[in-house]
């Protein structure tokens, strides 16, 4: 399915910072030079001069304001989040919208090659047209050792201008009792210092869910049944596609360089095996997207990457440690030496 850049927008959301949002809007450009641009940001913020000939929109919101929601002080912006993307979109006028942070640059468009290529899907668990693109980082596995459900990242989002809006024209949350819910509702939780009824990226999809006509029985971030689990990963399968960070989506967040994000997440090949366990068993990708996945042997290539890493990692360690004897030797001479000397200059 060929996208031409002409075909798409791109919104940019949250607060400015300069030197980050002129390196996005370059790089959007160079990758997508026809696209149209929107930087959805608040009253008050300061954008370079630069960037004014470079967008199409730039959109000064009212700021709904952040909220703590954790015990030691932490803010939660999901309801800015939510605000400067709807209206991003809402001020949209091509056919796909790109959702990004605004501290977000493209470094190629390979993501584009995934739209609509897994296009199979459960009706019942229909929420969108098409399946939205979104990346790894913070799209939690269901079945990990931290399984947050219905938790799909919210870093970034492509697909048609319509389904965009079903994901992200949804109410903000009810504030201040969304992010202070158990210290109102004091229990048990795995993690005392959260407060929050559900993570941003949980309340998020939740409600668009809900928008969409699905009940589901999920009382707080960290409720938990096998048949949940099921649920969430069904509704994952068939209105997402996780792609690999840097090397798929083919983004960088600026700020967060080296972010791998909360582990565990579920990358493409975790999202392929579950795309074949409910929706289509035969489901291949082409040599383009990796020769490893057209295989179907990802699982098993990617144990024994794992287990040679074991295997390598001692020896790597060691071949790091032999210079430090003789490192260690030398300043203890040169240590040595010096000491001397200043004794015999100061007699």
Not at 59 to 85: C, E, M
Not at 183 to 196: G, I, K, W
């Amino acid at each position: 399915m060929k996208i031409l850049s002409k075909e798409v927008s791109v919104v940019f959301q949250g607060a400015i910072n300069q030197k980050y949002i002129e390196n996005g809007v370059d790089s959007v450009r160079k990758y997508l030079p026809e696209s149209e641009i929107i930087i959805s940001t608040w009253e008050g913020q300061l954008l370079p001069s630069s960037c004014a000939d470079k967008v199409d929109r730039i959109l000064f919101n009212r700021d709904p304001g952040g909220t703590i929601f954790t015990r030691d002080g932490k803010i939660q912006n999901q309801n800015r989040q939510i605000f400067s993307t709807k209206e991003g979109i809402l001020a949209s006028t091509r056919k796909y919208v790109l959702k990004l942070r605004s501290d977000m640059k493209l470094t190629g468009t390979r993501f584009l090659s995934f739209f609509a290529y897994f296009d199979k899907r459960a009706s019942e668990y229909k929420v969108f047209k098409e399946k939205i693109l979104i990346n790894n980082l913070y799209t939690r596995d269901a079945r990990g050792s931290l399984p947050y459900l219905f938790h799909p990242s919210d870093w970034c989002s492509f697909g048609y201008r319509e389904d965009m809006l079903r994901l992200w024209d949804i109410p903000l949350a009810i504030e201040p009792e969304s992010s202070s819910w158990f210290a109102l509702h004091p229990q048990y939780t795995p993690d005392r210092n959260v407060l929050t009824r559900w993570h941003a990226e949980q309340y998020i999809w939740l409600m668009a869910l809900q928008k969409a006509g699905f009940e589901i029985d999920f009382n707080n971030w960290f409720s938990f049944t096998p048949e949940l689990a099921e649920i969430s990963e069904k509704c994952l399968v068939n209105n997402f596609v996780v792609l690999d960070y840097k090397t798929q989506y083919s983004i960088v967040s600026q700020k967060y360089p080296s972010k791998k994000g909360d582990s565990p997440v579920l990358g493409f090949l975790g999202w392929l095996t579950l795309y074949r366990k409910y929706v289509d068993s035969n489901a291949k990708v082409p040599f383009r997207m990796g020769p490893i996945a057209s295989l179907g042997v990802e699982r098993e290539f990617f144990r024994l990457r794992k287990h040679c890493g074991s295997v390598f990692n001692p020896i790597y360690k060691l071949i790091k440690w032999l210079p430090e004897p003789l490192i260690t030797l030398f300043i203890a001479i040169r240590l040595v030496v010096k000491v001397f000397v200043s004794l015999i200059n100061n007699k």
